[in-house]
């Protein structure tokens, strides 16, 4: 140790998409909706939905073993998987216990993490403090779902929302003063427990719902989702000693692009700095941000020094942001 902190960079990243693409004019046809309406009030125009047989597990897989090839570890060195999802495969075996299956990563310890869409950032966060505290040195993050088996077909409030994929990224120990993770912020709100949950997903029963279904209000989360993802924004660049100018890109939750317009507008950033991709795959809940961080670095929106947000709000209410100087 050379005096330096020790903190944890990220070393590798992937991503994992299903083939099949639900356009809206697919939707126009299953619900009264119009590509027009997507479009404007949400912004997605197609999302992906997962092969019969194609499992949480599958795309977590696949988008772990590009994020270990990108880093140039081997699969032993990989102390500990988490997978923020709300769609695993079944409740135990983990999922985290298929991608070391898959892996091979025999020394890794698996934990499957349940905070909605924020899962990412949670991970993410534990992944840093397990690094901080000297306990391992890399960290395997996936997001990965299949929102597509839980979505109500019938409907249109929900069902043109949601998209599955898988995205990961390795976190991996850093000695410096100033790269790397930066700061976290972690929150929640149960009192908000019924603006968006998933029926008949654990032992309560819900006798007026037949199915596994997401129910929501949507102006209400909408509402909640611009106020706490400025908040989290806000409270990692104070704890980093940063304000919203020093920001090179933010990757917020990909759900609706006008929360995102809402978001960067009130922390006054340009649209070039604020990275979106739901068009292509609606909200993958959990995996929306592994995703853009992954498509961000392919198009070369990130580099050595540049400061990065990532931002993310879902059911619980959950929510949380972290900031990272990029290497
Ligand atoms: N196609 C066409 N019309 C639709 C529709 C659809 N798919 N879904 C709803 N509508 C209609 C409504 O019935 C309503 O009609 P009315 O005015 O005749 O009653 C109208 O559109 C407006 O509905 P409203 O719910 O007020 O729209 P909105 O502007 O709030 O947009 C959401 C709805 C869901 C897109 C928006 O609230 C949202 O994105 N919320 C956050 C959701 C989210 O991010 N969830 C996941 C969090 S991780």
Known sequence: MSGCKLTARVSGVGKALPERRLTNADLEKMVDTSDEWISQRVGI????????????SHLASRAAADALKMSGLKAEEIDLILVGTSTPDMVYPSVACQVQKALGAVNAGVLDISAACTGFIYGASLAWGMIKAGCMRNVLVIGSEVNSSVVNWKDRDTCILFGDGAGAAIFSAHESETEGVLSIKLGGDG???ELLYLTNSGCRPFPDVAGRYIMMQGNEVFKQAVRNMYECAINVLEGAGLTAADVS????HQANTRIIGAVAKRLGLPDEKVFVNIADYGNTSA???????????????????DVLVIDAFGAGLTFGAMAIRWT
């Open 287 to 305: 995996a929306t941000i592994p995703i853009a961080l992954c498509e961000a670095l392919e198009q070369g929106r990130l580099k050595k020094g």
């Open 45 to 56: 125009k197609e999302r992906r939905i997962a092969a019969e047989g194609e499992y949480t």
């Open 249 to 252: 890109l933010l990757i917020p």
């Open 191 to 193: 009192n908000f427990d």
